[in-house]
């Protein structure tokens, strides 16, 4: 509401959207009781109109359609996870085409849907930003609830009226509506994620006598080239990188450093695409480099070995929130023709730290010598 308001101040647009009527009229209400008679609030047309020209207006989003027509520097869209996706794809994202604005989704999670995919795709987008925020900051430790406060909790909630919503509230509906949690769905991939993205910062040093092993997932312009490393002897994770933008060359030199600095001994590598030059040169330059080729039938087991050391808690992984954010969106489909599992990211996610993991346990699952023998690389 202040964001809307200060942009009504200056002269600017704010388009305000909810999923019903009712949940539109609580926003124009608690607006116009904080505007204090400084602006010209209207009923029938749902809108509030500012000295300065500024203007908000007030829309259910229903029916998508009843925002057509408008225009406006800022779109918020209030209880997000309910409006129908249509209405921010098809409608209310066009208009702010001509202003270049910009816009907020606020609400509960309420399942995977588009509002938890615009929040993942936030990470990515040099333009954008996502917050998690509880109610009251806690954490569910071996079925026990701890405060764990939050910067951005609500100041005025007892912890103990949280405490009996956990006792008296089945744990998925918690986690939803007071940890403000994305639930998974069926379709989920990687499942106890949060019990594996526990492996401490460490240093080359501490595994100066470990085997280690990294898997490379390439990319340059719209996907990420990610390279995962790992010690065999602890099973965990010690180093992620992912990046983008930057050409082969430069790709090869940060590759050759991460490599020199942990002593990794096998190298797995996807070899699609661009992937088989590069390891061909990458060969040549004499890094124990090992080419595997992701199609149908190698996918899925690729994949598959990797949710299971999930599952199992074989392995600990490094808590970056990009790499987490890809392994919750993973997605599997079964193909209706072949009967296959089909395993991607959703479409405008990414996947690529996924996949330079799944490729360091295969190489860690393998025996060092079939990872490094010359003939392989002549």
């Not at 987008?125 to 996502?130: G, K, T, V, W």
């Not at 594996?196 to 719209?222: F, L, M, Q």
């Amino acid at each position: 509401m202040a964001i809307a308001v200060e942009d009504a101040i200056q002269g600017l647009t704010t388009l305000w959207g909810a999923p019903t009527y009712d949940q539109v009229r609580i926003g124009w209400n608690e607006t116009k009781q904080a505007a204090g008679g400084i602006a010209q609030f209207t009923m029938q047309r749902m809108t509030a109109e500012f000295p300065s020209g500024g203007l908000i207006i007030y829309r259910s989003l229903d029916d998508p359609d009843n925002a057509r027509g408008h225009t406006a520097d800022r779109v918020i869209f209030d209880e997000a996870g309910s409006i129908k996706p249509e209405a921010w794809y098809e409608v209310v994202r066009p208009m702010l085409i001509d202003t270049n604005g910009g816009a907020w989704f606020l609400g509960t999670p309420t399942g995977r849907n588009y509002f938890w995919k615009e929040h993942r795709a936030a990470l990515d987008r040099h333009d954008s930003i996502s917050w998690q925020v509880p109610t009251l900051g806690c954490e569910v430790v071996d079925g026990r609830l701890i405060r764990k406060p939050h910067a951005m909790e609500n100041p005025d909630i007892r912890f103990a009226e949280i405490r009996h919503i956990f006792d008296t509230t089945p744990a998925d509906i918690f986690r939803q509506e007071i940890l403000a949690e994305f639930l998974e769905h069926e379709g989920t991939v990687f499942r106890n994620i949060l019990a594996c993205i526990n492996a401490p910062e460490t240093t080359p040093k501490e595994h100066e006598e470990h085997e280690k092993v990294a898997g490379i997932d390439w990319g340059k312009h719209n996907d990420f080239t990610a390279i995962s490393i790992g010690c065999k002897r602890c099973q965990r994770e010690v180093k992620l990188v992912r990046f983008n933008q930057i050409d082969y060359a430069y790709q090869r030199q940060v590759l050759a450093g991460l490599m020199e600095d942990w002593s990794v001994q096998a190298i797995l590598a996807e070899s699609n695409a661009m992937g088989e030059p590069i390891i061909e040169q990458l060969q040549r330059e004499g890094l124990p480099v090992c080419g595997f080729a992701t199609t149908a039938t190698s996918k899925p087991p690729l994949i598959e070995n990797m949710a299971l050391a999930f599952e199992r808690e074989e392995w600990q992984f490094l808590n970056i929130p990009e790499a987490t954010g890809e392994l919750e969106a993973y997605e599997r489909k079964v193909s209706p023709t072949t009967g296959r599992s089909q395993y991607n990211a959703p479409d405008g996610l990414h996947d690529d730290t996924v996949i330079a993991r799944a490729l360091m346990l295969r190489a860690a699952g393998m025996q060092l010598e079939l990872l490094t023998m010359p003939s392989l690389y002549d």
